[in-house]
């Protein structure tokens, strides 16, 4: 009988070990380069997630842009270094694939197939740098990053049904300084409010860049890009160099403010009605929203099947949570979070219909130097420093010479 | 030596041991210094030197290329590197010639009026030393919000309009020079401060009495007696200066185009230093094994520069 018993008493206890290492909760280190306000956004729902279970606690870490940049690429198959999930710029796909720096996202799929990753569950344009023929590398969290602002009752007064179709076409700007030269008033149209804001314009006909390892710039596009800014700059009707931009628009003397949508809280704030809207386009038709796409991306390590599920746990909650990632101003990707009713009354909703229908199967892989290299000339071209032929002669120069060093190694 | 003559073994084995602990010891209290200065100074030296012959993107292995990276920066007018090497040897070259002679007059001005042990000279001179102490990212976060064009202290407050100080010339080079001699003169105050205490009072004052007045007695007397540390100073300032990195790169970040070359656009005030890292560090790409030549040039510059001053002042003593 007392043998029984302590045999029945040992069998619980194992029993009670085995439920106590089984109840304890997989931490997964997801890192973010919300820096911003946008980062409190995503801290709140990571936080919704972690009292929402208890068998996955999220550690989410926000560093620098370029810190995640750098980490996740020198510290491939380390796993100490590496978090299990982690958002960057979905243009950086390539050279990451290039680096063998992330894995693809089939295998989280596989891991966790109750939330479906098929692309058709996010807006078109995000298979831009998701998919690498049938293999998908990240997922899209939100696009654009950058955007256009606008006064509502300004551009009423200066231009009326200018906003109606939602697009602010260089014809449309022109007939708005006309207006503006006919007045003799002071106001100005539109503002950038800094140097690689403008990188989004350079998206808008589609300069992909390239294929593969070739370096293909668009040069007869980018010019008739450049132009208009070069030209409505010169006429003195948009900002002049060296003015706080974010200062003239909240006080009222700029109409359209291109920035990112990490500005939205600032802009709530200055109590006029404001839309959002994409940057300066030449044509209403071809009229896209594109430039940064932030993205979740698996890093170049080893999982645990737990890893793994606890991650495809979060990224389901994240994309089902979606709506409050709008509080953040972001544009939603993830299609059933942009059909809520309650997503339509964001200001950021109207860029829903700007969505480019792409995706590459051989993508550029020097997306980075190209975005590294525009940043560095920034607004050059604008303030006289240089012409826009010469802008393009510099890009296309020293966008080469840096990714002959690049294939070197 | 024994009372019968001979010599003791424990007397000479203590002698040898003497010897040999006398000719070893001194070794071994510099050798730790001497272990920190090859690990930490020669090692990266030679790691520089063997990675300018390598092209050596970081995270990936270099590969040893030869003398294509001094072909580039020397030779190839087609390379941006060739460019590069010398608009920031330029604009370095002219920074130096900018900052250093009034990184010694200021700080002497100064050092002179505080001897005359004014009311107040110590509370000065720990004034005018402070900045010293701040770190460069400090320094150039405040004085960029003062130097803003738009929203900055000095336009608003003096008047000014909206001087372009970030991104025109002469602004831009005036506004560097100025942050950099209020922020590097307080070592050379203290030092100018000490070498005008030594001073021998009693030729100023014979000096003085034999009619000599205060202008005279200080080129006269005062500067040929502090003439080493002067000498020290602009070695040392010029040194300092030819490394600079920090204010042009967080000012204004070299500054505006003001020329296109070849496809190559020459920034209006980027330095040797911020082109060397640039190219060894850049996110797009880095290219540590041309930054690693340009650097080792700079190095051999500045080597030869300091050879040269040296001789110089060891002649004056002479």
Known sequence: MKKILAVILALTMMLGVCATASAEPITIDFWTLFTGADGATMSEIVDMFNAAQDEVIVNHIVMENDDVNAKVTMSAGDNDALPHLFIQHSWRQPTYRADNAILPISMLAEAYPDFDFSMENWVPGAALYNMVGDERWCITTDFPTVMMYANVELVNEWGPGVLDDGVLTWDEVGQIADKIEAEGSDMKIVGASGKDVLMGNYWEKGFIYGAGDELAIDREGLLASIKPWETYFDRGVLWEEGDDVGALFAVEEIMFLVDGSWSSNHIKEYGFEYMMLPTPMLDAETAYVDGGQHAMFLPQRTYTDEELQAVGKFVEFFFENEIKWAEAASVLAYVPATELEEYKTYPQYALNSFRRPISLADPFVHNDVVETTLGELGMEVLYGNMTAEEYVDVLIKTCEERIEAKNAN | MTLLGKSNPKVTNKKSTLRLYARWVPFAFIMPHVLVFLIFNMYPILSGIYAS?????????????????????????????????????????????????????????????????????????????????????????????????????????????????????????????????????????????????SVPNDILEAASVDGANAVRRFFHITLPSIKFPLQYTLIASIVSQFGIWGQPEMFNDGGQTIAVVNGVNRESNAMIMQYIGRSGFNAAGSNVGIASAMALTVGIMMFAISIIQFRMIRRDHM
């Open chain 2, 53 to 197: 012959f390598t092209s050596w993107k970081l995270g990936h292995a270099p590969v040893w290329i030869g003398l294509e990276n001094y072909y580039k920066i020397f030779v190839d007018q087609s390379s941006i590197y060739y460019y590069q090497l010398r608009w920031g040897m330029i604009n370095t070259l002219k920074f130096v010639l900018f900052t250093v002679p009034l990184q010694i007059c200021v700080p002497l001005f100064f050092a002179v009026i505080l001897n005359t042990k004014i009311r107040g000279h110590k509370l000065f001179s720990s004034i005018i030393y402070l900045p010293s102490i701040l770190s460069i990212s400090v320094v150039m976060v405040a004085w960029k919000n003062i130097f803003d064009p738009s929203s900055g202290i000095l336009n608003n407050m003096l008047g000014l309009g909206k001087v372009l100080w970030m991104s025109r010339e002469p602004w831009n080079w005036i506004a560097l020079v100025f942050i950099t001699i209020w922020w590097c003169m307080g070592s050379n105050l203290i030092i100018y401060q000490s070498a005008l205490a």
